[in-house]
T-cell receptor, first 115, second 116 residues
């Protein structure tokens, strides 16, 4: 069964460093998403991406964050200058369509630890 | 602003018992509701998706209901097994004029432990 994959599974970085989290969405899906979950808190939406542009973003997704689809299979989240509060599990998700009934399928997550 | 809550926060049941998990949301203008399972330190596995026009969805031992007007959904698990132990999350996709937003708004989760 097709699935969303994410790399790395765990990333440790120092405050102020740039990190890139990588995702391979399900191949025939058109919408891509990033969510995050700070330990002990709810899963929160960050951004959605369609047709090579951001279709929606939350207030969390400020200028420190960017997303890109560098080729036909990968979808990346970049954090330019990490802060301690960026430590969280980051989930990538994808769906066939953005709104017309389709489920979002999530990857296993990347645990980001900022020290 | 949409708020999604889940009761109870934690539940422990003996194996074989039927159980109900609850999800409530404050704004009934949703497009659909999705139930997920999350194992410790792992990703989210989609269990069921209910459209706003539907009342119920079933998959195996799972049955999810939706009462949009009262802002509630329930997930019924029949004949629970130790392998069902996980955190169960509900998430709503908000409706808006011209179509739904893309984002899912998640609940707080119910941590389920099924004792052998």
């Amino acid at each position: 069964e097709p699935e969303v994959t994410q790399t790395p599974s765990h990333q440790v970085t120092q405050m102020g460093q740039e990190v890139i989290l990588r995702c391979v969405p399900i191949s025939n899906h058109l919408y891509f998403y990033w969510y995050r979950q700070i330990l002990g808190q709810k899963v929160e939406f960050l951004v959605s991406f369609y047709n090579n542009e951001i279709s929606e973003k939350s207030e969390i997704f400020d200028d420190q964050f960017s997303v890109e689809r560098p080729d036909g299979s990968n979808f990346t989240l970049k954090i330019r200058s990490t802060k301690l509060e960026d430590s969280a599990m980051y989930f990538c998700a994808s769906s066939e369509e953005g709104w017309n009934h389709y489920e979002q399928y999530f990857g296993p997550g990347t645990r980001l630890t900022v020290t | 602003k949409q708020e999604v809550t889940q009761i109870p926060a934690a539940l422990s049941v003996p194996e074989g018992e039927n159980l109900v998990l609850n999800c409530s949301f404050t704004d009934s203008a949703i497009y659909n509701l999705q139930w997920f399972r999350q194992d410790p330190g792992k990703g989210l596995t989609s269990l069921l998706l209910i459209q706003s026009s539907q009342r119920e969805q079933t998959s195996g031992r799972l049955n999810a209901s939706l009462d949009k007007s009262s802002g509630r959904s329930t997930l019924y698990i029949a004949a629970s097994q130790p392998g069902d132990s996980a955190t169960y999350l509900c998430a709503v996709r908000q409706g808006r004029y011209g179509g739904a937003t893309n984002k899912l708004i998640f609940g707080t989760g119910t941590l389920l432990a099924v004792q052998p």
